[in-house]
């Protein structure tokens, strides 16, 4: 069954058509403007389409596309404002111009549908937080899903019989603790703004921080885009937040951003590991992992206090996930 694969992401658009795990065709690109996808796209007569959405509410599974559907997601744009638009429009796309093919949405957030309690709630009135659907929901899913199996697969053993920290270090930032090839932690919560600073957006920000910006002036709106398209590496440095820019750069912000990322992110590995009972691996996925290995090398540096498992450095994968999601998907719905 062929399947083919849309990737949006906050900064690139990738798009594969898999054959098995095979990449038949493919095609990115990493300064995506939110453009649609090429018309070699729609040429590839898959049997089935898969989009990546950021957010997917409280769903745990990927999802056949139809206008109810549609509508849901719709609504969760407010949630993932840099991503979830841009993954509606692509998939209305698909739907129009490719109306005989199944399209199946595929969501970031299942994988960490099953988040235990504790790492679940926010410390704030539970009144306040059911009524506003406030909680921690944690992103990634897809990449991590491929990783943790991966990880496995190269460790030899079981995905029920690991223990894993996966840290996705891409344009977003995340880091996650999987257990029996379940979610247990994860540093992204209510929205992909949270945790780690990414390319263009702050991370976890002392929320005493945003309401001094607000009492000082700023609008919710400029003060919420300045957030998360403003500032992160980018903000830190005064680049684009691509670390290849910031490696580039002579100038000591650059230099300065990136001591912050590494440190935050050496904290965060720090900080889920305390939620595995068991540690078999540390997983290093996303185009950091993928494209540097001497930055990842200073990512790790120091944390062997954190037991002695090896560290796995791989590309992201969330094409092949996508494609073995709408294979599930597509495939229960030609049974019923
Ligand atoms: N050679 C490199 N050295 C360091 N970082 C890199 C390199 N190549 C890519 N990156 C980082 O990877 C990020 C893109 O990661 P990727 O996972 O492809 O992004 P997306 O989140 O858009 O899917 C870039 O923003 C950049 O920071
Ligand atoms: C959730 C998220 O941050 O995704 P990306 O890294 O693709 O921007
Ligand atoms: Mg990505």
């Given at each position: 069954?062929?399947?083919?694969?849309?990737?949006?992401?906050?900064?690139?658009?990738?798009?594969?058509?898999?054959?098995?795990?095979?990449?038949?065709?493919?095609?990115?690109?990493d300064?995506?403007?939110?453009?649609?996808?090429?018309?070699?796209?729609?040429?590839?007569?898959?049997?089935?389409?898969?989009?990546?959405?950021?957010?997917?509410?409280?769903?745990?599974?990927?999802?056949?596309l139809?206008?109810?559907?549609?509508?849901?997601?719709?609504?969760?744009?407010?949630l993932?404002?840099?991503?979830?638009?841009?993954?509606?429009?692509i998939?209305?796309?698909?739907?129009?111009r490719?109306?005989?093919?199944?399209?199946?949405a595929?969501?970031?957030?299942?994988?960490?549908?099953?988040?235990?309690?504790?790492?679940?709630?926010?410390?704030?009135?539970r009144?306040?937080?059911?009524?506003?659907?406030?909680?921690?929901?944690?992103?990634?899913g897809?990449?991590?899903?491929?990783?943790?199996?991966?990880?496995?697969?190269?460790?030899?053993?079981?995905?029920?019989?690991?223990?894993?920290?996966?840290?996705?270090?891409?344009?977003?930032t995340s880091?996650?603790?999987?257990?029996?090839?379940?979610?247990?932690?994860?540093?992204?919560?209510?929205?992909?703004?949270d945790?780690?600073?990414?390319?263009?957006?702050?991370?976890?920000?002392?929320?005493?921080?945003?309401?001094?910006?607000?009492?000082?002036?700023?609008?919710?709106?400029?003060?919420?885009?300045?957030?998360?398209?403003e500032?992160?590496?980018a903000?830190?440095?005064?680049?684009?937040?691509?670390?290849?820019?910031?490696?580039a750069?002579?100038?000591?912000?650059?230099?300065?951003?990136?001591e912050?990322?590494?440190?935050?992110?050496?904290?965060?590995?720090?900080?889920?590991r305390?939620s595995?009972?068991?540690?078999?691996?540390?997983?290093?996925?996303?185009?950091?992992?993928?494209?540097?290995?001497a930055?990842?090398?200073?990512?790790?540096?120091?944390?062997?206090?954190?037991?002695?498992?090896?560290?796995l450095a791989?590309?992201?994968?969330?094409?092949?996930?996508?494609?073995?999601?709408?294979?599930?998907?597509?495939?229960?719905?030609?049974?019923?």
């Amino acid at each position: 069954m062929k399947v083919l694969t849309l990737n949006p992401g906050s900064s690139s658009l990738k798009v594969a058509l898999l054959d098995g795990d095979t990449v038949a065709w493919a095609w990115e690109d990493d300064r995506w403007d939110g453009r649609a996808a090429p018309d070699a796209a729609f040429a590839t007569r898959p049997d089935a389409v898969a989009v990546r959405f950021v957010h997917g509410g409280d769903r745990a599974h990927p999802a056949v596309l139809d206008d109810a559907v549609l509508a849901e997601l719709a609504a969760l744009a407010p949630l993932a404002p840099l991503h979830q638009p841009q993954a509606l429009r692509i998939a209305a796309a698909v739907l129009r111009r490719m109306p005989d093919t199944p399209v199946v949405a595929c969501f970031d957030t299942a994988f960490h549908a099953g988040l235990p309690t504790r790492a679940r709630l926010c410390a704030i009135p539970r009144a306040l937080a059911e009524a506003h659907g406030i909680r921690r929901y944690g992103f990634h899913g897809l990449s991590i899903a491929y990783a943790v199996r991966r990880a496995a697969e190269l460790l030899g053993r079981p995905v029920e019989e690991i223990g894993v920290v996966v840290a996705h270090l891409g344009s977003g930032t995340s880091v996650t603790a999987v257990e029996g090839g379940a979610s247990v932690d994860t540093s992204m919560g209510f929205s992909p703004l949270d945790g780690l600073p990414g390319r263009t957006r702050s991370g976890a920000l002392d929320p005493a921080a945003v309401f001094h910006l607000l009492r000082a002036g700023m609008a919710p709106d400029d003060l919420e885009r300045v957030l998360r398209e403003e500032s992160g590496l980018a903000g830190l440095s005064g680049t684009d937040g691509d670390l290849r820019s910031l490696l580039a750069s002579p100038h000591p912000h650059a230099a300065e951003a990136i001591e912050v990322y590494l440190h935050r992110v050496r904290r965060e590995v720090a900080a889920v590991r305390a939620s595995l009972t068991r540690f078999d691996a540390l997983v290093l996925t996303g185009g950091v992992a993928e494209h540097n290995p001497a930055l990842c090398a200073d990512a790790v540096a120091g944390l062997e206090f954190l037991g002695s498992a090896p560290v796995l450095a791989f590309r992201a994968r969330e094409d092949v996930e996508l494609a073995r999601q709408a294979r599930l998907a597509a495939g229960e719905r030609s049974l019923r």
